[in-house]
């Protein structure tokens, strides 16, 4: 169980965070919800199709992305979250790196930090502990190699599942000496940052893996290059190779899949759960 400020999420099953880029250049739907009313429409539909979680981007990650401008990002992200938060019953995450934009989110109602530097950037774990502590905000942290301009520059590892769970142990311990309790911390594995293609499938096969630290876990693969390349897919071709790689995490027991679509998503969940329970 995990409180979102004021929300009680329990991951007895997993759930589903669906994916809002409120972007000009993100890899998959860049462009497509860039104004209140497509954003807004769109988040309605991913809560009706059983999204729990609605994460809210105004900067791109995708491989060499270049950065955007403090203000540039709130103004693309507040105004939505603002809206999705007077109008749908449902836990808007904002995916941010800026202590700003968290502080401004928050205040518009987002209700989780999503942050790919994993509050590594200037001023980040003190904003997102300030939130964590005075407004039960958690952070869910994720691990990159390099950066987004730099990360698929010939990533390397000894053992790709190692690195990942050292990384979680130290910045774990990290947050927590900055003020955050334990069980406000969710963790993401970061597929696609600064991973081979094998990397993301050694990180999918032992997924389970990162559920030892009694945390929520999430797991974001959707439509990215590990299916399309795997797969010779383009992008708007990825979904079949998605279901797949989502059933798996989801077997696995991930707390969260972070995806474009939902329904579909919702769908495997079921199947998972029903495998789960019988005898």
Do not use: W
Not at 40 to 57: E, R, W, Y
């Amino acid at each position: 169980m995990m409180l979102f400020k004021d929300r009680k999420v329990v991951f007895d099953s997993t759930k589903v965070m669906g994916i809002l880029n409120v972007t000009p250049d993100s890899f998959s739907d860049g462009g497509q919800y860039n104004s209140i009313d497509k954003a807004l429409l769109h988040a309605q539909q991913m809560v009706d199709d059983g999204a729990t979680f609605i994460d809210v981007g105004g900067e791109s990650t995708r491989p060499g992305a270049e950065a955007v401008s403090i203000q540039e990002e709130l103004d693309r992200v507040i105004p939505v979250i603002d809206c999705i938060n007077q109008n749908l019953d449902v836990i808007v995450s904002v995916d941010t790196s800026k202590p700003e934009v968290m502080i401004e989110a928050a205040q518009a109602g987002a209700r989780l930090i999503n942050d790919v530097r994993a509050l590594q950037m200037p001023g980040a774990i003190e904003a997102a502990s300030k939130l964590a502590k005075e407004e039960n905000i958690p952070s869910c942290i994720m691990h990159m190699q390099g950066t987004p301009q730099t990360m698929q520059h010939a990533p390397k590892y000894k053992f790709v599942i190692d690195e990942v769970m050292d990384f979680f142990r130290t910045r774990v311990e990290n947050l927590c000496e900055a003020g955050f309790k334990y069980n406000q911390i969710m963790l993401d594995p970061g597929f696609g940052f600064g991973k081979t293609l094998d990397h993301n499938y050694q990180i999918l096969k032992y997924f389970v893996q990162f559920t030892q630290f009694d945390l929520p876990t999430l797991a974001g693969m959707s439509r990215k290059s590990m299916i399309g390349n795997l797969l010779n897919r383009d992008i708007t071709d990825r979904l079949a190779g998605d279901t797949a790689a989502n059933t798996i995490a989801a077997m696995a027991g991930a707390s969260v899949l972070r995806v474009h679509d939902v329904k579909e998503a919702m769908d495997a969940i079921k199947i998972v759960d029903k495998v789960n329970s019988v005898q």
